[in-house]
């Protein structure tokens, strides 16, 4: 079973500061890499997406991959309420269309 | 705008009843997929399709099947619904395995 691992939280930062989110996976051929946002009682939206090792930016949010290590992380700048949400890390291990999702990590940001 | 469309929001079965779940897109998707989310267990693919009439199990399908009659059309159908089936459904195309465009979600009670 391929699997998407995730603490489930709930993270808690203050207003202002870096949250940071982890995500590893057992499928080392995984080749395409999602985070999905997913505010309480509506469906997951994508926010971010990964394929090559390193650092991918846009806006506040941050992706970050190491194959070697099987890690993949989401870091959210000047965090705000606003980003209150559950955070779904997603892998794509190579089977066709079979995207594997993780618990997912549930954030509070603290006004 | 995107759209993916689930026919219900709320919907109650007795055990043992015929259930179908229907899901449309106006995207001009080729793929289109089922998948239920619990509590704990995040979210776990029931089936998929990538063509019409075309379909593939994902890593629950007992108990479940599918109908894809339509490429804007992708139907779940429970046999003989189960409590173990009362679960939050969302339905979701793709182009390509890059995004998933989620519909709404359906919470299914079976009492």
């Known amino acids: 079973q391929k699997e998407v691992e995730q603490n489930s939280g709930p993270l808690s930062v203050p207003e202002g500061a870096i949250a940071s989110l982890n995500c590893t996976y057992s499928?080392?051929?995984?080749?395409?890499f999602f985070w999905y946002r997913q505010y309480s009682g509506k469906s997951p939206e994508l926010i971010m997406s990964i394929y090559s090792n390193g650092d991918k930016e846009d806006g506040r949010f941050t992706a970050q991959l190491n194959k070697a290590s099987q890690y993949v992380s989401l870091l959210i700048r000047d965090s705000q309420p606003s980003d209150s949400a559950t955070y779904l890390c997603a892998v794509n291990s190579g089977g066709y269309q079979k995207v594997t999702f993780g618990t997912g990590t549930k954030l509070q940001v603290i006004p | 705008d995107v759209k993916v469309t689930q026919s219900s929001r709320y919907l109650v079965k007795r055990t043992g009843e015929k259930v179908f779940l229907e899901c449309v897109q106006d995207?001009?998707?080729?793929?289109m997929f089922w998948y239920r989310q619990d509590p704990g267990l995040g979210l776990r693919l029931i089936y998929f399709?990538?063509?019409?009439?075309?379909?593939e199990k994902g890593d629950i399908p007992e108990g479940y099947s599918v109908s894809r009659e339509k490429k804007e059309r992708f139907s779940l159908i429970l046999e003989s619904a189960s409590t173990n089936q009362t679960s939050m459904y969302l339905c979701?195309?793709?182009?390509?395995?890059?995004?998933?465009?989620f519909g709404s979600g359906t919470q299914l009670s079976v009492l």
């Open positions: 995207m001009d998707h080729e793929n």
């Open positions: 499928d080392r051929g995984s080749q395409s």
């Open positions: 979701a195309s793709s182009a390509t395995n890059e995004k998933l465009f």
């Open positions: 399709s990538y063509d019409v009439k075309m379909k």
